[in-house]
């Protein structure tokens, strides 16, 4: 006596096809994420220039103006 075949369950294909559709769209979106977060912190306009040695942390005090010839004034009270 020979049986019959059962069918194939039809379910299981469509929600391996649903897991993908939804992994796919995940991705997506992931991408998205990263490049807005790109945009939002990428600099915008020419590149800026970068200060000279002189202008930097721990350069001598003489590379800087002093406080009188910048305000006007010595800070002495009248």
């Not at 929600?15 to 993908?20: C, E, F, I, K, Y």
Request: no cysteine; net charge positive.
């Amino acid at each position: 006596m020979t049986s019959t075949r059962r069918p194939a369950r039809e379910g299981l294909g469509r929600a391996r096809t649903a897991m993908l559709r939804a992994v796919r769209t995940l991705r997506y979106v992931n991408q998205e994420l990263l490049r807005a977060n790109e945009a939002i912190f990428r600099p915008v306009g020419p590149p800026r220039r970068r200060e000279s040695p002189a202008g930097q942390a721990g350069a001598p005090a003489a590379a800087h103006p002093p406080a009188a010839a910048t305000t006007g004034h010595d800070r002495q009270a009248a």
